[in-house]
């Protein structure tokens, strides 16, 4: 049996330090359905603490005065510390939530250089104040940093979320909390220790791990300044409301039920491995971005379903720890269930079941779900409108390109998607026309140089890329003396 991974302290303004009270989070294996780490549970107590602590590294301490040149050193000494642990993260990434190992090298752990690497090099370039001619005379106008930021972060992808929040918050000059999930708290507080050897000065950072009334606590607080955070759309509501008592900033990266849009034209070949990557390949199924619904050309349906049905039973389930193993569990038993449900649900409905549908056969002992792949789905399914988390993938037909379009559009999400087409021009014009915050021609893809966020109940603001990094900056404009007359 692994060893249990156990902390007894907390992280709060920089320092390990005995939690105010006597609660632990155990994490369990969606593997083994055992014990792997156990954690000390942050108390209101606790934030209180390192609020304070964030409030006086902020209003007092060097790290907002520093130049934005130096803050780049220092988190440029973070990434460089991930990049060469990297595997042991990946490794502790799955320890936890089950993440594929395929997956977790990629998309977990490099994936957070990725981004501390594009906040980098959008730090380096930021324009931290500028002097422009005004209608009275001359304006400078400033960018300071927001302030203490909480950073509230999901399970599925933990290092990548917590990257997407803190190097812009860091590079700004901002203090922060960062709240992981209970299923996934190892990873934040191995990350606590990277920080403390780059030097990060003290009261900056503290990791807190906890569940989600200790989050609206530290949303809700009044030495706050920012809330950042990533989940679902429930949780997303509460935080905002919690903030909301205080007008304190908010953004939000939410849910979705992306559409990838098979055109008439579009080359299997292209297709079905990007619908695959994006789909039950991404993390089980477990992503906010994944292409849960497959919007099809009626003349070409047959064919990419049975293309697609091949590719999912196919697909390699089992040990995330096995470098073959594509499609791992589901985080916990309550995930695997609510897959279950939702198949059934969809049964129920009168969607064509594909392949899959249920528990794998012989893996009894951990929280997995086969992928599944429904046909003859409409639009008006729950399974097609409800974000169900998992490798669960829906089938839709359509006639016209501008019925394709509508039907991308007919969702309370805007995430992400993506369109298939041999003529890439035309693609690319049906692209255009996806309210989502991002979409993909002949492909999956998130750049990390670039805006990520959603439209509608996808959330408010985007992370990544000049745009993410300014979300952590408030605006200052001094009106300065007009020139002397002569």
Known sequence: MTDILEHRSLYIGGRWAEPAGQGTIEVVSPVTEQVVGRVPHATPEDVDRAVAAAREAFDHGPWPRMTLAERIEVVTR????????????????????????????????????????????????FVVEDERQGTGGPVLVRREPVGVVAAITPWNIPQLTIAGKLAPALLAGC????????ETPLDALWLADLCAEAGLPEG?????????????????HPGIDKVAFTGSVGAGKAIMAA???????????LGGKSAAIVLDDADLSVAVPAIVG?????????????????????????????????????????????????????????????????IRIGQEEGAKLLTGGGVPEGLTTGWYVEPTLFGDVTNDMRIAREEIFGPVVCLIRYETEDE?????????FGLSGAVFGADTERATEVARKVRTGTITVNGFRLDLA????????????????????????????????????S
């Open 278 to 342: 994006g789909t039950c390949a991404a993390n089980s199924g477990q992503a906010c971005v994944a292409l849960t619904r497959v919007l099809v050309a009626a003349s070409r349906y047959d064919e990419v379903a049975a293309a697609l049905t091949g590719a999912f039973a196919s697909l390699t389930i089992g040990d995330p720890s096995d470098p073959k193993t594509v499609v791992g569990p589901m985080v916990t038993r309550n995930q695997q269930q609510r897959n279950l449900d939702y």
């Open 243 to 253: 903030a909301s008592q205080n007008l304190t900033r908010v953004s939000l990266e």
């Open 204 to 220: 900056v950072l503290s990791v807190l791990p906890a569940d989600r009334e200790t989050s609206s606590y530290l949303a809700a």
């Open 175 to 182: 203090a922060v909390i960062l709240k992981p999930s209970p």
């Open 404 to 412: 394709a379009v509508a039907l991308a559009n007919d969702s309370d």
């Open 450 to 485: 670039a805006p990520f966020g959603g439209f509608k109940h996808s959330g408010i603001g985007r992370e990544f890329g000049p745009e993410g990094l300014s979300g952590y900056f408030e605006y200052q404009t001094v009106n300065l003396p007009a020139p002397a007359k």
């Open 78 to 125: 973070i990434k460089d510390a991930i990049a060469v642990r990297h595997q042991e993260l990946a490794e502790l990434v799955t320890l936890q939530n089950g993440s594929p190992m395929l997956f977790s090298v990629r998309g977990q752990a490099l994936s957070a250089v990725g981004a501390f690497a594009a906040s980098l090099a959008a730090a380096a370039r």
